[in-house]
């Protein structure tokens, strides 16, 4: 996993994110605007776009602005984006203000929504950053960090991140995203052929618990010393 920052000029938060071959420009952006249902609630909002370049795949994909709307992936995804980076913000420090995450794939390997929180977060954490630093946002705002990462079953074996390949041939396929204090936010599982038994659902959480505390760190590792001032202090014995 690669995670280059700053990737992109004008956005206030930016990275590029590399897993295998699957590669997201992840951009946040900030409007000093909420939605209407949060107009004078004092807190804000955290959403996702997501989309795929026509090239980004094996075979040339249609643009979904051409079709005149988003596809029902596309809009699963971007919901998706946005409750697993909202499970981490801390609203009302945010202020009435909304934090667009946009997520481009440029080529796709398997694994791109689970890319895209991964980078997002991170993206995330710079755009909040510069409002820290402009004196917008005063207090900490992130109550924890957020990664995601896939596991599946693929010929009778247990495996973290599935390519491509390894994905359209999962016999079980499953998204996991969770916390760096071992907190799941979301658990999208399926069994592609038949039910699999709950010994099977342990061991590939325990596949993903091993890849998320990878990714964690290596988000950590990016970001640096901007992170800790951005994280509400946890209390003794929390």
Known sequence: TEIEP???????????????????????????????HLVGKGEGWVTGEYSMLPAAANRRMQR???????????MEIQRLIGRALRAVVDRKALGERTLWLDCDVIEADGGTRTAS????????????????????????????????????VVAGRALLDLDYPEDSSAEIDMNVVGTDEGGYVEI???????PFPRAVLDQLLA????????????????????????????EPGI
């Open 64 to 74: 979904e602005v051409t079709r005149g709307r988003p596809s029902g992936r596309t």
């Open 117 to 152: 929180i991964t980078g997002g977060f991170v993206a995330m954490c710079l755009a909040l950053h510069r409002l820290r630093t402009d004196g917008l946002i005063r207090k900490p705002v992130l109550v924890g960090r957020i990664a995601a990462v896939s596991v599946g």
């Open 188 to 194: 999208q599982g399926t069994a592609e052929t038949e």
């Open 6 to 36: 700053n990737f992109l000029k004008n956005a206030p938060g930016s990275v590029l994110i590399r897993v295998g071959d699957t590669r997201v420009v992840c951009a946040a952006s900030i409007e000093d605007r909420v939605p209407p």
């Open 207 to 234: 596949r993903a618990d091993h890849g998320l505390a990878l990714l964690h760190a290596r988000q950590a590792e990016v970001l640096g010393p901007i992170l800790a001032p951005l994280l509400v202090p946890k």
